[in-house]
């Protein structure tokens, strides 16, 4: 049996590229709104500082009830979450607490008072100080410049200053409308997160490249057809490629969404979203970008 | 097929050295936990006193191998097995310049020591920076590791009693302990008491092998099962035990204790290795410290400089104490010459020199009779450590109870496992035969991936899961791209063997250049550093690597290999 999901297609994507800039301009300016209309990330103990505890009662306790003994606490601004193990996760800002204290130890003492006789288990319990998290914002937005800086000077050395500049704009581009969709789903903003975001960077990159690749390619074998035919060419040659590879690459995070554990699913989800946009813009953004600059600023020789 | 052999020769190597790798990690997580059920299955069931001693000597063997194990398997990270991972760092606001200097090292020198109190299972313990430390400790109960942590070093200095009087301490203790509470002398031996006396033949063995050369005035060896001194070994002229038997024992001590004399108490030094198998001194000290840590002003590694032709080249701790201190250790050395004197911190006996002179001046010399610096070095950090404050404030904590990290265990093997057959099945659908080429690559890319992350040692965490079943997403990508060149070129009408030479060679700079950029990232992801994202960006590192080798090479042999065996004319992909 030989299946065959895309033919040989000739798609006008280049023709068509203003209607494709236009809803990624849009797409990535609605993102921004989420944001600001969200006030900005659920940002995680990583970032913020503070404690995150996962508490498990043997008998079930009511979110309410939860609530009212951490504001007895002086913790009622406290982020409080159930999971689907009916687990509760509670995340609190740093808190200078007396002696030996620690947030963890003065809520035991209120949860054995207020729920008592119901026995209960703390699975995980992070803090992180002040000083590491901020340590933690400036290694991560390092990493993400590192990262970006990196793929732009590999790719300009590769191919050119035009595909490199396409590769790193299409990054942001999805990395704005994957952030849109975290704010939008209210995901907590962890260094797995990040790290789910990273891959997606290198995930789309390397979509990018196999259509610029299949430009640099047709350039030198096509010498008669225009340069935006060739970009329109290689788009639609790759086109089968891309989503396949993408296809098999959501297979593995959709399993992981529905299935994994849940310190597994947020960096799931970001995988899922970044790869379905990583996929748009590789198709529709890189490509088009780079004939759209060649419109502007022709290139005396083909290369 | 010019060089088939050869290629076939390199992929039998690959696999052979890919097993070889992974045999330790099958050991630890597939062998070993049975093994220990059983063992202590058989410990459950012994009968008798010497039944559960043999017992316990092979759950201690197990144990040892256990560790070499564990250092060549591919870890677990906390994040799966549980357990603590700590980041403390020195508090130097209330320290001076002086002092704050080498406050990190006093601090990692008292942790350490005491997390080796502790018996955890290959701890973690590092130093990063100039004034944080690293612990893991997997599954440990946090509250007793937190203050266990927190508490200030406390160290004294103790006079050891000789071994002649040690020995009599512990004989007495052990007839007490035989003639019950309330006695005050030993009693006559009961019946009881004459079934234990049969010799116990496997400790009197290892016993007598390593106390042939020594030169005790006591007779060890012969007391009778299950008493002190049945323990009791001579370790170039101290009392030790065995480091396998030692929880036994000190528990066993521990219990004796209202029977240790008077003013006195047993202490033990850090595990160390002597001809291959690892002690514990036992010494016996005065209870009340003849000094505190806090009579030193300083201690310094120096090589020695005096006349004594033994010494030369060695290296001392030069030692020096406040002025009303001096005064009290000039009594002290003065009184006591020829005894020794212990260092002893947060109750492990560090050292314990003998004292050759009266010390009149507060500058006293510690030898070491080692040409090597390290000893001096951390005796010095241990003297420091007592005397200076390096108080340690706790900046991360992230612990996770076991049961949440099996469950994430579960979850993530069960997800992965059905990513990947997803992809697997879907491959043989849209490629038939050549999919089932891809498949097979695929099976071997997660083989050597593993065996790729147990040669670097690399900890598997829940994030390397993810990336895991990610590679396998990402894995066939490397096959799609030369699959649909194939379709293409053979679309071109290229008969077969060249359709499958230049979909090959096309692909080939497509491949490089789109792993290349999704290493760049991953590299950038390992700067973040915290252990889970690190075990993700080396995994995904690895795996691209890997990656590109087996679709590359691999698939291609194979390829090769099919359409000239079964002449291929026509190609279905």
Not at chain 2, 444 to 453: G, P, S, T
Request: with cysteine; net charge positive; hydrophobic share 45%.
């Amino acid at each position: 049996m030989i299946m065959r999901l895309i033919g040989d297609t000739n798609i006008p994507f280049v023709a068509k590229r203003g209607l494709f800039f236009s809803l990624s301009g849009l797409l990535m300016l609605a993102s921004i709104a989420v944001v600001i209309i969200r006030g900005g990330f659920n940002y995680g103990v990583d970032f913020t500082g503070g404690s995150m505890v996962q508490v498990h009662f043997t008998q079930p306790v009511s979110t309410d009830a939860v609530r009212g003994a951490l504001e007895k606490l002086g913790e009622g601004g406290a982020g409080l979450q159930r999971d689907d193990r009916g687990d509760f996760l509670i995340r609190v800002k740093p808190r200078e607490f007396s002696g030996k204290e620690t947030f963890t130890t003065v809520m035991r003492r209120q949860f054995e008072t207020s729920f008592p006789g119901n026995q209960f288990e703390i699975l995980r319990d992070e803090m992180v100080g002040p000083q590491v998290s901020k340590e933690l914002q400036g290694k991560v937005l390092l990493a993400v410049l590192l990262g970006l800086v990196g793929i732009l000077i590999y790719v300009s050395f590769r191919f050119d200053f035009r595909f490199g500049t396409g590769a790193v704009l299409s990054l942001v581009h999805d990395t704005l409308i994957t952030l849109g969709f975290v704010a939008l789903f209210n995901k907590e903003v962890t260094i797995t997160l990040i790290a789910a975001l990273l891959t997606v960077i290198g995930y789309s990159v390397n979509d990018s490249i196999v259509v610029s690749d299949r430009i640099r390619e047709d350039v030198r074998k096509m010498r008669k057809e225009s340069f935006f035919d060739v970009c329109n060419h290689a788009i639609n040659k790759t086109l089968s490629r891309t989503i396949i590879t993408a296809l098999t690459t959501l297979f593995v995070t959709l399993a992981l969404l529905v299935f994994g554990a849940a310190s597994i699913k947020d960096f799931a989800f970001v995988m899922t979203v970044g790869i379905v946009v990583g996929t748009y813009s590789s198709v529709f953004i890189v490509a088009n970008f780079v004939a759209e600059w060649e419109k502007k600023f022709p290139s005396k020789r083909r290369r | 097929m010019k060089g088939a052999r050869v290629k076939f020769a390199v992929f039998i190597v690959a696999i052979a050295l890919g097993i070889w790798s992974l045999i330790p990690t099958y050991q630890l997580y597939f062998m070993m936990p049975g093994q220990e059920r059983a063992l202590n299955a058989r410990l459950a069931r012994a009968t008798s006193q010497d039944d559960s001693g043999r017992v316990q000597v092979d759950i201690a063997d197990f144990q040892r191998q256990k560790v070499g194990v564990h250092k060549r398997a591919l870890h677990l990270g906390l994040d799966l097995v549980g357990g603590m991972h700590l980041m403390l760092e020195v508090d130097k606001s209330k320290l001076a310049a002086e002092e704050a200097k080498d406050a990190g090292d006093r601090a990692l020198e008292v942790i350490r020591n005491r997390v080796d109190q502790f018996g955890v299972f290959e701890p973690v313990i590092q130093k990063i920076g100039r004034d944080r430390i690293l612990i893991q400790l997997p599954g440990v109960d946090r509250d007793r590791a937190k203050s266990l942590i927190g508490q200030t070093a406390q160290l004294k200095f103790q006079l050891v009693q000789d071994e002649r009087t040690a020995y009599d301490a512990l004989k007495t203790i052990d007839d007490k302990v035989k003639a019950g509470p309330g006695a005050d002398t030993a009693r006559a031996p009961g019946p009881d008491t004459a079934r234990k006396a049969k010799p116990d033949t496997t400790r009197l063995q290892t016993r007598l092998d390593t106390a042939s050369n020594d030169t005790s005035p006591v007779a060890i060896g012969e007391a009778e099962a299950g008493t002190l001194l049945s323990y009791v070994r001579t370790i170039s002229g101290d009392f030790g035990v065995d480091d396998r038997e030692y929880p036994e024992f000190k528990m066993l001590l521990e219990r004796a204790r209202p029977y240790w004399p008077e003013g006195y108490e047993f202490q033990f030094g850090p595990s160390e290795a002597l001809e291959g198998s690892p002690v514990r001194r036992l010494y016996m000290l005065k209870t009340e410290p003849e000094m505190l840590g806090s009579a030193i002003k300083d201690a310094r590694p120096a090589p020695y400089q005096g006349s004594e032709p033994g010494l030369a080249n060695t290296w001392i701790v030069s030692l020096k104490l406040g002025r009303k201190d001096a005064a009290v250790f000039a009594q002290v050395t003065g009184r006591n010459i020829g005894r020794r004197l212990a260092i002893v911190l947060d109750n492990v006996v560090k050292s314990a020199p003998v004292i050759q002179s009266r010390i009149p001046d507060g500058n006293a010399m510690i030898t070491t009779n080692d040409v090597n610096p390290d000893e001096s070095r951390d005796l010095a950090i241990v003297l420091r450590s007592g005397a200076l404050p390096a108080p340690v404030n706790i900046v991360e904590e992230r612990s996770v109870g076991a049961s949440l990290g099996n469950d994430s265990i579960r979850r993530g093997i069960l997800a992965s496992l059905i990513g990947a057959l997803v992809v697997l099945v879907f491959m043989i659908v849209y490629y038939s035969v050549a999919g089932v080429l891809a498949d097979f690559a695929l099976v071997f890319n997660l083989f050597f991936l593993l065996a790729v992350l147990a040669g670097l040692r690399a900890t598997m965490t829940l994030p390397g899961l993810a990336a895991m079943a990610l590679t396998v997403g990402m894995a066939v990508d490397a096959n799609v791209l030369v699959f649909e060149r194939i379709r293409e070129e053979l679309g071109w009408g290229k008969t077969v063997m060249a359709a499958v030479d230049s979909g090959y060679d096309r692909a080939f700079v497509t491949i490089i250049d789109a792993n290349a950029t999704t290493i760049i990232t991953a590299i950038a992801l390992y700067f973040i550093g915290s252990g889970p994202i690190r075990g993700f960006a080396t995994t995904l590192t690895a795996g691209l690597v890997i990656n590109v080798i087996t679709a590359v090479f691999l698939t291609r042999f194979i390829f090769d290999w099919w359409l000239a065996r079964f002449e291929v004319k026509k190609l279905r992909i």
